[in-house]
């Protein structure tokens, strides 16, 4: 038993050593900012349906949060192989700064004000009632893209 334990731990570092011979700005550059990942299940019969409504809602509130500087892109992306029963919606938006995640007060009212004006509160709370009814937020991630060195 112990020569077996001794194994797999001596298997478990050789798995590991090539990991920790990685560089960060050697091997790999982290880049700025961060991608901010939502992760949606629609029911496959909706989805048409679904980035439609978002183009009013979600789209027109990424354009606002460009205007700001809050992000500097945006997309959505549907899977294609849906049948596996994970999301099949993601919603992409890249943020250039990580420090513009914090709270500011004038620019989230500036903000919210604009977005009112688009698309009023009762509009919008309609809209979402009909998508509750066939989405599901299954992730929501911040990502860091890794460039690898020459």
């Known amino acids: 038993m112990r020569v077996e334990f001794l194994a797999c731990l001596a298997l478990g570092g050789a798995m590991i050593a090539p990991s920790v011979l990685a560089e960060p700005y050697t091997d790999y ?15 496959p019969n909706h989805v048409d349906d679904y980035v439609t ?3 009013r809602t979600w789209a027109s509130s990424e354009e606002i949060a460009k205007k700001h500087g809050l992000i500097d892109s945006y997309q959505i992306m549907v899977k294609m192989n849906a049948e596996d029963g994970q999301g099949n919606v993601l919603l992409i938006e890249h ?3 990580m420090a513009l995640l914090e709270v500011d007060q004038a620019r989230d009212q500036a903000m919210m004000k604009e977005f009112r004006a688009a698309l009023p ?5 309609k809209m979402v009632e009909g998508f509750d009814k066939y989405r599901t937020f299954v992730g929501d991630d911040y990502w860091n893209e890794l460039i690898y060195t020459k």
């Open 53 to 55: 409504g978002l183009k």
């Open 121 to 125: 509160k009762p509009d919008a709370d």
């Open 29 to 43: 550059t982290p880049q700025k900012g961060v991608w901010h990942v939502v992760t949606v299940k629609v029911d």
């Open 95 to 97: 943020i250039p700064n």
